[in-house]
Structures are given as structure tokens and as C-alpha cells.
């Protein structure tokens, strides 16, 4: 099934130029149908023009609140023919809005290993704990702060000397790796969304016939 997605983007937009590349290397069944930038000038929307996919600028700030800017980001990814969406470097926290009008079909990419470090600065978050394993995780979007069902994960070492800017960009290289594999499953149609059993509980999600962690040792016992 060749997914058909929209991609949300704030800034830089290196996520969506691994999707981009994937798509144009044949190592991903894709279309980039539309990419949103809530932010003019973002650096994302010429990486999409240079590829060739349509782009819109959907300022927040023209909107009176959270659920009339998510209902123009609906209104256009529907437009554009998106069916499912990424939220690729996108800065804003999403509502119903847009979840209802594509249930289960959003999907994040987050610089640590959730739960640890939800929101924003996630990896001087991690700095400032002292850990001394972080990562990266791609999950389903719910109305939370990155707080949905996880589909996978990677782990990234803190190592003695870092500075915000270098962890960044080795968990940035796997971030790129982490959301292909998970698109590609999707595309391959091995997401399996298995409801809430009682109202107390969360739905569960898998990837069938692929890890959901990368660069860690599995046992098959
Ligand atoms: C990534 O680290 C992503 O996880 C976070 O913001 C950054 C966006 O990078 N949400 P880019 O715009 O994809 O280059």
C-alpha cells in the first residue's frame, strides 16, 4: 500500500528530507502528498519545493485556538490527499481535530526515550538528568505531550563530553533511521492497533514481523 502523507514540519526539516530521500531511493512505498509549516520561512518548505511536493504555510498565529488551526491543517491535508500524517519537527501540540479526522494515522518522532523527556529540549533534558542512555522514539499521536502509543525505538549513548548540540545530532541520525523503519511497516501494512481492553487501559500497538527497537540485542527465548 503506497502511503499517502502529509507532513507537518516547524523548522529545519531533516526528518522529512529522510523521507524525501527514502521515497526518491525506492526503500520507501510513499507519496509526500503536502508538507504544512506552521512557521513562514522554515527551512523544511524548500527541501519539499526542491522535491517537487506542494507546500502551505498555516500560521498559528492566524488562528484564534488550538482547534481552528488544527481544522485548517484537516482542511488542507484532506486537499492535498493525505492519509496518514507525520509530525516531522512540528512544535505545536495537536487536538482532536486533527486526530479525529485521521484516527490512529498520526504519527511523531521524539528525541528521547519516551516516557523519559516529553515536550520540548528533550535532549538537554537528558543532559541535565545525567543519563547515560537516550534515543528516540516514533509513536502514534494522542492529545498528550508525546505521551501515545509507542511504536519503536533506538537507543543513543550520552557520552562524558557531549554539548546539547552533538547528542542532538547522534540521536538526529537515528531518528531519521527509526521513523523509515516505522513508515516502511506501516507501508508494508504490519501495524496492528489493538484497542484499550477497559476504559483504565491504553491501546496497545505492534509492528508485526519487524523490532521495534533498533540497534539493541533481541533474544528469541
Ligand atoms: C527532531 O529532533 C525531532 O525529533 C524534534 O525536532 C527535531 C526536528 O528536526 N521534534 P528536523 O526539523 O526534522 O530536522
Redesign the pocket.
Known sequence: MTLDLGVL??????????ILDAIAAGTLDARVRLVISNRPGAP?LLRAQEAGVPTAVINHKDHADRASFDAALVDALRQGGASWVV?????RIVTNVLLDAFPGRVV????SLLPAFPGVS??AQALAHGVRITG?TVHLVDPGTDTGPILAQAAVPVLPDDTEERL?AR??AR?HELLLHVLAAIAAGNLRVHPPASPATRSRVELLGVPGALGVETTND
Open positions: 514540519i516547524s523548522g529545519r526539516g531533516s526528518n522529512l528530507q529522510a523544511g509530525l516531522a519537527g512540528f512544535m511523531n518522532v521524539h528525541p528533550a535532549q528516540c542532538s540521536i538526529l531518528e
